[in-house]
């Protein structure tokens, strides 16, 4: 568990988006995005006059196991001081030493109420999930690789977790965390001994995601267990088009912000867009306006290289359009010379 955690962190949102968002009309997402920066491309040069430049890219958390990092953030990384991800990564995923992260693993499990995982979701729910982690075991055993599945800690983990953690069951069945551009760039920076750092604690997530309304939880969890299918399509989908670099296809990724706009949202639930908005608001919005203080106190130090999900950089509150309007030129940087 402590493995797929630090694997796994950052794609409940884009899995749950991608699941739960249609079709949409392209003038009425350009409409409710405003005049906020238009996203053209994951890599980002930030700049101030008689500052150190830095770099932002928008990750997509999960790749293929031939990816490798593109040269261009390769080039820039290099050359950076120090790189800051969302949470900062253990230095040893196996025996962590940091209190923050140990507070918030133990936080996933519950020990004191007495009540296992299948009393508060229910047994249907429960055998699904069981299920899905006893195929995915199977699956890595067919291909050579070990699973760290637990099953009698699966029973005690609790229930906010698992729209985190259940679409990253479905991302190993066709894709590799550890081939995501994030991690690629963390692996990158250990190899070149540059220092590692967070935009947020892991204790500043963990209030997050305990307050979400269990019945939001549990819609969240039905969501993803009757749309499998449909998820592995959409992440497909997702990795073709975060990998193409066009234009359209980056507008395509943004209209995932915007899922009221969707021709289908009428047929969703209340819970489902009741969902949506909070994901938007609670793990995109909160997060950026907590983080930018953060940013704007580094970027006169030293030369930074950020790496957050690919959303992140969306809309008014997203991180390009927020350096903007604090007196940064954010410059889009091709990664193909094409």
């Excluded at 899995?15 to 079709?23: H, P, Q, R, V």
């Excluded at 699904?128 to 890595?140: D, G, N, S, T």
């Amino acid at each position: 568990m402590l493995r797929k955690y630090i694997n796994f962190l950052f794609l409940s949102l884009l899995g749950l988006l991608i699941m739960s968002c249609g079709f949409q009309n392209t003038n009425d997402n350009q409409e409710s995005l405003g005049n906020s920066a238009k996203i053209t491309s994951t890599l980002w040069e930030i700049s101030k006059p008689g500052e150190p430049t830095s770099y932002l890219v928008g990750s997509l958390h999960f790749g293929k196991p031939d990816d490798v990092l593109p040269e261009k953030i390769e080039e820039r990384l290099k050359d950076s001081d120090y790189v800051y991800a969302e949470v900062k990564f253990p230095d040893d995923p196996k025996n962590p030493t940091d209190p923050d992260f140990i507070e918030f693993m133990q936080k996933i499990y519950d020990t004191e109420s007495g009540q296992t995982l299948a009393d508060k979701i229910g047994t249907q729910r429960f055998e699904k999930i069981k299920k899905m982690f006893v195929e995915l075991a199977e699956q890595k055993k067919a291909k050579g690789g070990n699973s760290s599945l637990d099953l009698e800690k699966l029973n005690y983990i609790q229930p906010w977790i698992l729209p985190i953690y259940l679409p990253q069951v479905i991302v190993e069945r066709n894709f590799s965390t550890e081939k995501g551009i994030d991690y690629l760039i963390i692996a990158e920076a250990k190899r070149l001994n540059i220092p590692l750092g967070g935009l947020e604690d892991h204790m500043y997530r963990y209030y997050i995601l305990k307050d979400k309304p269990m019945n939001l939880v549990l819609n969240d969890i039905d969501q993803i267990l009757s749309q499998e299918k449909m998820a592995e399509m959409g992440m497909q989908s997702m990795y073709l088009l975060y990998h193409s670099g066009d234009s359209t296809s980056f507008e395509a990724i943004g209209m995932q912000l915007t899922p009221e706009k969707s021709i289908l949202s009428i047929l969703q639930s209340k819970e489902t867009l009741e969902s949506q908005k909070w994901l938007k608001t609670e793990m995109l919005d909160k997060r950026n306006l907590h983080w930018v203080p953060t940013i704007l106190s580094l970027l006169p130090k030293q030369k930074n290289f950020f790496v957050v999900g690919l959303l992140h950089l969306y809309g008014a509150t997203g991180l390009v359009q927020q350096l903007r309007e604090h007196g940064y030129t954010v410059t889009p940087i091709p990664l193909s010379d094409e």
